[in-house]
């Protein structure tokens, strides 16, 4: 599906989300500090994780394109070793978003390069690991938020944009559904509509025109109301489904988490 916002808004957002999330580690009493949605991190750890992802998407947004990551950016990246002194940490972490918005306005929106993602939706080249660094960035602040017992909505735009990459490139697939086919419908509260069809020949994610939130309740086996940004908590495991409108068999949410198609 094609990008709701543009490359030069997606490079302001990877740098608005990781100064957010550098304030809220500035701000913690203290980087051993529990994150509840990752439980086996401390806030440490969670820094150590956005800044090296920051790092290793620079590395491969640099090299171009390629059928698999550099060796030398995944031997960098198993050997990272941040500094343990928060100031020197901050700093670091600065220095690792500012090598990946180097890297990407280098390469601009359009340069090729291997991702995870190679069967989805979503294009392999820079543009594509923009969008998805502004999410995994602002899922994490959110982490950071939960850490401190002040979590906060993802930013509008950022989270309409954010539930369609999520879409286009976590669960867009030729893989074939193990189960009986299923229609999942989320209807946004921002105007913006998306089904999800899942079945023998995969999974395929589209945006349906803003009247569709108005069809019957029959139209998908389960149809979901809620913000953007909560759908794209939920999908990422960081709030329960009791948090938004559910009709339908709320159960095939199971299904779909559980489901993990072999490329």
Same mark, same amino acid.
């Given at each position: 599906?094609k /990008? /709701?916002?543009a490359?030069?808004?997606?490079? !302001?957002?990877?740098?608005?989300? #990781?100064?957010?999330f550098?304030?809220?580690?500035?701000?913690a009493?203290?980087?051993?500090?529990?994150v509840?949605s990752?439980?086996?991190w401390t806030l440490?750890?969670?820094v150590?994780?956005?800044?090296?992802g920051d790092?290793?998407?620079a590395?491969?947004v640099? #090299?171009?394109?390629a059928?698999?990551?550099?060796a030398?950016?995944?031997a960098?990246r198993?050997?990272l070793?941040p500094p343990r002194?928060?100031e020197a940490?901050?700093?670091w972490?600065?220095?690792?978003?500012? #090598?990946?918005?180097?890297?990407?306005?280098e390469?601009?929106?359009?340069?090729?390069c291997?991702?995870?993602?190679?069967? #989805?939706?979503?294009?392999?080249?820079?543009?594509?690991v923009a969008r998805h660094r502004?999410?995994?960035?602002? %899922?994490?602040t959110y982490?950071?938020?939960?850490?401190l017992?002040d979590?906060?909505p993802?930013?509008?735009g950022?989270?309409?944009?954010g539930f369609d990459?999520?879409?286009s490139?976590?669960i867009?697939?030729p893989?074939?559904?193990?189960h +009986?086919p299923?229609?999942?419908?989320f209807?946004?509260?921002?105007g913006?509509?998306? !089904?999800l069809?899942i079945d023998?020949?995969?999974?395929?994610?589209?945006?349906?025109?803003a009247?569709?939130?108005?069809e019957?309740?029959d139209?998908?086996?389960?149809? %979901?109301r809620g913000?953007?940004?909560?759908?794209?908590l939920f999908?990422?495991?960081?709030i329960k489904?009791d948090?938004?409108?559910?009709?339908?068999d709320a159960?095939?949410?199971?299904?779909?988490?559980?489901?993990?198609? +072999?490329?």
């Amino acid at each position: 599906m094609k /990008n /709701n916002l543009a490359f030069s808004d997606l490079l !302001r957002l990877i740098d608005e989300r #990781s100064a957010a999330f550098r304030s809220v580690v500035a701000s913690a009493p203290g980087l051993d500090m529990r994150v509840p949605s990752c439980p086996e991190w401390t806030l440490f750890d969670l820094v150590q994780h956005l800044g090296g992802g920051d790092r290793f998407w620079a590395a491969i947004v640099g #090299s171009g394109p390629a059928a698999a990551p550099p060796a030398e950016a995944v031997a960098a990246r198993a050997a990272l070793v941040p500094p343990r002194e928060r100031e020197a940490l901050l700093a670091w972490l600065d220095e690792s978003t500012l #090598s990946l918005l180097d890297a990407l306005r280098e390469a601009g929106p359009e340069r090729g390069c291997w991702t995870w993602w190679g069967s #989805s939706q979503s294009p392999q080249d820079s543009g594509g690991v923009a969008r998805h660094r502004v999410q995994e960035t602002a %899922v994490h602040t959110y982490d950071a938020q939960l850490a401190l017992g002040d979590p906060r909505p993802l930013p509008d735009g950022l989270a309409v944009d954010g539930f369609d990459e999520f879409l286009s490139t976590c669960i867009a697939t030729p893989c074939a559904w193990p189960h +009986e086919p299923a229609v999942f419908d989320f209807h946004a509260a921002e105007g913006h509509s998306w !089904r999800l069809t899942i079945d023998g020949a995969g999974a395929r994610p589209t945006r349906l025109p803003a009247a569709a939130a108005g069809e019957g309740p029959d139209t998908a086996d389960v149809t %979901v109301r809620g913000t953007a940004g909560e759908f794209v908590l939920f999908m990422y495991d960081r709030i329960k489904a009791d948090s938004m409108q559910i009709d339908g068999d709320a159960g095939l949410f199971d299904l779909l988490r559980a489901w993990e198609p +072999e490329e």
